[in-house]
């Protein structure tokens, strides 16, 4: 079946320093990929999603890489900061279905 | 733009009591879909329903009901509430297959 797997937490990381929360996903087909955050009390916000293969997708400075080569979709930020404090989560959307999959969830927590 | 509205946001019920949480969009989404959260991080999925008179099971359906009578509302039901189900429960919607959950804002229910 269709999973997804996230690095654990926490991750705890000085304000400026470079980020990458990996995430890996089995799936048939061509699903779509997306990295959601969550803000302490909040619920989910999508961050930002590729819909195939080498698509990247990007938002707020964020950025994740659709690769079907190996199944990963890491998130990347270059310089983070005390606002990034969240939990984020990997996710797919099968091409046949409606169902999200989702990754355990990874907490982020900047320091200044 | 509401997008997805959850009522209550929070909620103390006695263990045993019958209680309704509401859900409501107004982006004709099709899908709609259940979720807890427990510890701040995982979520589990309840029941969906792919499209207004459908529901299925989710990963952690047992003490709960759905209904889908309509395209905008999906309220879930806990029958006798016991105080395993104290979690935060969040309402999901998706246009179609392969697109993005738009999430509520979440209700925070306490079963002593």
């Known amino acids: 079946g269709n999973s997804v797997t996230q690095m654990e937490g926490p991750v705890t990381l000085s304000e400026e320093a470079f980020l990458t929360i990996n995430c890996t996903y089995t799936a048939t087909g061509y699903p779509s990929l997306f990295w959601y955050v969550q803000y302490p009390g909040e619920g989910l916000q999508l961050l930002l999603k590729?819909?195939?293969a080498d698509d990247k997708g990007s938002n707020k400075g964020f950025e994740a890489t659709y690769r079907k080569e190996t199944t990963s979709f890491h998130l990347e930020k270059g310089s983070v900061q005390v606002s990034d404090s969240a939990v984020y989560f990997c996710?797919?959307?099968?091409?046949?279905?409606?169902?999200?999959?989702w990754g355990a969830g990874t907490k982020l927590i900047i320091k200044p | 733009i509401a997008g997805i509205t959850q009522a209550p946001t929070s909620q103390i019920l006695a263990a045993g009591r019958r209680m309704t949480l509401r859900c409501t969009q107004d982006m004709r989404h099709n899908a709609m879909y259940w979720y807890r959260q427990d510890l701040g991080l995982g979520l589990r999925l309840i029941h969906y329903?792919?499209?207004?008179?459908?529901?299925g099971k989710g990963e952690v359906p047992d003490g709960y009901s759905v209904s889908r009578a309509n395209t905008d509302d999906f309220p879930l039901t806990l029958a006798s509430a016991v105080p395993s189900q104290t979690s935060v429960y969040f309402c999901?919607?998706?246009?179609?297959?392969?697109?993005?959950?738009?999430f509520g804002q979440g209700t925070r229910l306490t079963v002593v």
């Open positions: 329903s792919n499209t207004a008179g459908t529901t």
């Open positions: 590729a819909t195939k």
């Open positions: 996710a797919l959307i099968s091409d046949s279905n409606y169902q999200l999959i």
């Open positions: 999901a919607s998706s246009a179609g297959r392969g697109t993005e959950a738009f």
